[in-house]
């Protein structure tokens, strides 16, 4: 699926998503606002090496070192929309999204984990 995160790299007129494939995933899940909120002060925010990792990734990113950040919570959370929680491995995103219904997205991740079990 493609991403957009909304940071654009100095040398870009716009922004560019980027890829992040289910497979690279064990978890995609709907957060309302205030869970997107909770996630983010008790899960997140104690975890120093989380934090730190976000900042060295999203800087390595916009200057071109990395093809995407590993962690980002950029433009989260938000009361117009939804948040969805990313989750796998090496990978970290709450992402916030346009309106409410974010079911096809699951419903994808869901066919897919079941079609490679």
């Not at 730190?52 to 433009?75: H, S």
Request: hydrophobic share 40%; net charge negative; with cysteine.
């Amino acid at each position: 699926m493609a991403v957009d995160l909304r940071l654009r790299r100095p040398e870009q007129a716009t922004t560019e998503p980027v890829l992040l494939r289910f497979d690279e995933l064990t978890e995609v899940r709907p957060l309302s606002y205030v869970g997107a909120r909770a996630f983010l002060r008790y899960e997140v925010g104690p975890n120093l090496d989380l934090a730190a990792r976000q900042t060295r990734d999203v800087a390595r990113y916009l200057k071109g070192d990395i093809a995407r950040p590993g962690v980002c919570t950029i433009g989260t959370p938000t009361m117009a929309g939804t948040d969805v929680l990313l989750r796998g491995p090496e990978l970290l995103c709450l992402l916030a999204v346009d309106g409410d219904d974010v079911a096809d997205l699951g419903n994808a991740f869901e066919a897919q984990r079941v079609g490679h079990a």
